[in-house]
């Protein structure tokens, strides 16, 4: 089935501009999105070298939705991909400072929710290549009314969380598109670099001044493999969009990761920026889990309208 996306309307070297939702935004010329406007050949990506596998993806087909980006495919693929999540403790209080009043943390004991710190490299997927970071709060389902630590198991059990972003800077101009348009996530754009492999995990944020916004050095977990398919986890995150709330779904294929319970030497260090000033005024206590998934797969769905109700 072919795109409806806008065809690229002038080049440079390197990259094709395209039309995205009424704005211009540049593009690798050659790369994924060029060639396939997110309808990407899952048979071209099973010779990737960097893939293992396209199943996941044949059993997800794609379909087309109007959007504030325009007429798009969803959900986005992303084949390969590598993410490092340092979940922490923090007062309810604090966190419930940031939170849009219609949201509720998700409390591990009174008084206490879990934040997190999330790093992301996407080697391959259908919108080409990228680096992400997160600041984000764990928080309960929307029209939940049930007691909050029910939530709390059946979200660890089912590993499906639900979460409110603060800060969620991005390497490329389409990322930041897609991502602020049309899912209404607070994305810019920033040099950002993000390595994880087996023994170490790294990534640096930068500020608009070019110096350090946020950094991570830390020793990866062990390194589980898991076959396609077996562990698959779910995020469901609200949004905004012209004042009306929106949730976005995505799953994770997990093909090797590992963890740590209360990690040491965890080198997380805040600098000046955005992220550094989100993840503060959460008032953070302590690391609880360092999450790396040095191998995985993601789907990513285009965010539909939800209906969240006011609290007191």
């Known amino acids: 089935m072919p795109s409806t996306e806008q065809s690229g309307s002038s080049t440079r070297q390197g990259v094709v501009e395209v039309e995205l939702g009424g704005r211009e935004v540049a593009v690798p ?83 206490l929710g879990l934040i997190s710190v999330m790093f992301f490299r996407y080697d391959v997927c259908d919108i080409d290549f990228y680096t992400e970071a997160a600041v984000g709060i764990a928080v309960r389902p929307a029209r939940h009314g049930g007691l909050g630590f029910v939530d709390l198991v059946a979200a660890l059990k089912n590993e499906h969380l639900h979460s409110h972003v603060l800060s969620l800077p991005v390497s490329t101009d389409i990322a930041q598109v897609r991502g602020h348009d049309g899912y209404g996530f607070p994305k810019w754009v920033t040099d950002l670099d993000v390595s994880i492999d087996a023994d170490r995990t ?85 690391a609880v889990q360092l999450d790396v998934v040095t191998e995985g797969q993601l789907a990513l769905h285009m965010p539909v309208p939800t209906s969240v109700p006011a609290r007191s």
């Open 29 to 111: 010329k050659g790369g994924l999105y060029d060639r396939y406007r997110m309808n990407t050949d899952l048979d071209e990506i099973a010779r990737d070298p960097r893939v293992s596998s396209v199943d996941f993806f044949r059993q997800l087909p794609k379909t087309e939705v109007d959007s504030p980006i325009g007429t798009t495919l969803t959900p986005n693929f992303y084949y390969r991909i590598s993410t490092a999540r340092i979940t922490m403790l923090a007062r309810s209080r604090a966190i419930r400072s940031r939170l849009p009043g219609e949201l509720a943390p998700l409390e591990v004991a009174p008084g």
């Open 202 to 286: 790294a990534a640096r944020v930068a500020n608009d001044a070019g110096g350090t916004d946020l950094s991570l050095a830390v020793a990866t977990p062990a390194q589980k493999a898991y076959p396609s398919g077996k562990r698959v986890s779910s995020l469901t995150a609200y949004t905004t969009i012209n004042g009306a709330w929106r949730s976005t779904s995505s799953q994770t294929n997990v093909l090797s990761a590992g963890a740590a319970s209360f990690p040491r030497d965890v080198g997380l260090r805040t600098g000046e920026g955005r992220m550094s000033d989100d993840l503060r005024s959460l008032k953070p206590i302590r």
